[in-house]
C-alpha cells in the first residue's frame, strides 16, 4: 500500500477524475446544512492498494453488494449508476448510524473509477453528516502487470479540530479497509 500519487502519464488523468468527482459531488442536490459554514481544506485521503484481479474484478469489490460485504461492511446498498445508492451498513440493525444512507453516486466509468458521496461514523455524525456538500470519495482502477492498482481519493473535508479528529479516524478506516481488500482479492 502507498500514499504516492500516480506517476507516468496517469497523474493528470487521476487529477481531472478528482477535479471531476468533486463537482459531481457539489452539483448533487442535498439538504442544507444547519452547522456553520466551513471552509474545505486542502487535506484528502488517499490509499492505494495493488490487487491481483483485472479492472473489471477491482471494480466490482466496489460495485457488487456481495463483494462489498467481504471486505468493506456487514450489508451494502449499491446501484452502480449516476444518482443510484451508495449506501453501506456496518450495524444493519441501526440503519442510521455507522452507515453510509443515502449517499448516491456521483460519477463512474465502469473499470475506470466510481465517485460517491461518504457519511461518517456516529460520533462524526452531527456535525459531519449534515454538511452540504458531504466528503467524497473517488475510486478509480489502473491497470497493472498481474493486477490492479486501485486509488482512493476522499476530499471534503471542513477546517476545525473536529473535522480533523474525523478525517484523521477515517483515514485509519480506509488503511485497514484497504489491507482487507488487498488479503481477500489475493485469495481469489
Not at 18 to 24: Q, S
Not at 62 to 89: C, H, I
Given at each position: 500500500?502507498?500514499?504516492?500519487?500516480?506517476?507516468?502519464?496517469?497523474?493528470?488523468?487521476?487529477?481531472?477524475?478528482?477535479?471531476?468527482?468533486?463537482?459531481?459531488?457539489?452539483?448533487?442536490?442535498?439538504?442544507?446544512?444547519?452547522?456553520?459554514?466551513?471552509?474545505?481544506?486542502?487535506?484528502?485521503?488517499?490509499?492505494?492498494?495493488?490487487?491481483?484481479?483485472?479492472p473489471a474484478r477491482a471494480?466490482?469489490?466496489?460495485?457488487?453488494?456481495?463483494?462489498?460485504?467481504?471486505?468493506?461492511?456487514?450489508?451494502?446498498?449499491?446501484?452502480?449508476?449516476?444518482?443510484?445508492?451508495?449506501?453501506?451498513?456496518?450495524?444493519?440493525d441501526d440503519r442510521e448510524?455507522?452507515?453510509?444512507?443515502?449517499?448516491?453516486?456521483?460519477?463512474?466509468?465502469?473499470?475506470?473509477?466510481?465517485?460517491?458521496?461518504?457519511?461518517?461514523?456516529?460520533?462524526?455524525?452531527?456535525?459531519?453528516?449534515?454538511?452540504?456538500?458531504?466528503?467524497?470519495?473517488?475510486?478509480?482502477?489502473?491497470?497493472?502487470?498481474?493486477?490492479?492498482?486501485?486509488?482512493?481519493?476522499?476530499?471534503?473535508?471542513?477546517?476545525?479540530?473536529?473535522?480533523?479528529?474525523?478525517?484523521?479516524?477515517?483515514?485509519?478506516?480506509?488503511?485497514?479497509?484497504?489491507?482487507?481488500?488487498?488479503?481477500?482479492?489475493?485469495?481469489?
Open positions: 500500500m502507498t500514499h504516492d500519487i500516480i506517476h507516468s502519464g496517469q497523474s493528470l488523468r487521476f487529477y481531472l477524475l478528482l477535479v471531476v468527482g468533486a463537482v459531481a459531488a457539489s452539483s448533487q442536490n442535498v439538504t442544507p446544512s444547519r452547522n456553520p459554514v466551513l471552509p474545505v481544506t486542502d487535506k484528502v485521503i488517499h490509499v492505494s492498494a495493488f490487487v491481483p484481479v483485472s471494480w466490482a469489490y466496489f460495485t457488487d453488494n456481495a463483494l462489498l460485504q467481504s471486505w468493506l461492511t456487514a450489508s451494502a446498498d449499491v446501484e452502480p449508476k449516476v444518482g443510484g445508492k451508495y449506501e453501506l451498513f456496518w450495524q444493519p448510524n455507522n452507515s453510509t444512507i443515502g449517499c448516491r453516486v456521483t460519477a463512474l466509468a465502469p473499470e475506470e473509477f466510481i465517485a460517491f458521496q461518504w457519511r461518517s461514523p456516529k460520533q462524526f455524525k452531527p456535525f459531519a453528516n449534515t454538511a452540504d456538500p458531504l466528503t467524497h470519495v473517488v475510486v478509480t482502477f489502473i491497470p497493472e502487470s498481474n493486477g490492479t492498482r486501485v486509488h482512493l481519493i476522499h476530499s471534503g473535508w471542513r477546517s476545525s479540530p473536529e473535522w480533523e479528529e474525523a478525517r484523521i479516524w477515517q483515514e485509519r478506516a480506509w488503511i485497514g479497509a484497504f489491507k482487507e481488500l488487498e488479503r481477500v482479492a489475493s485469495k481469489r
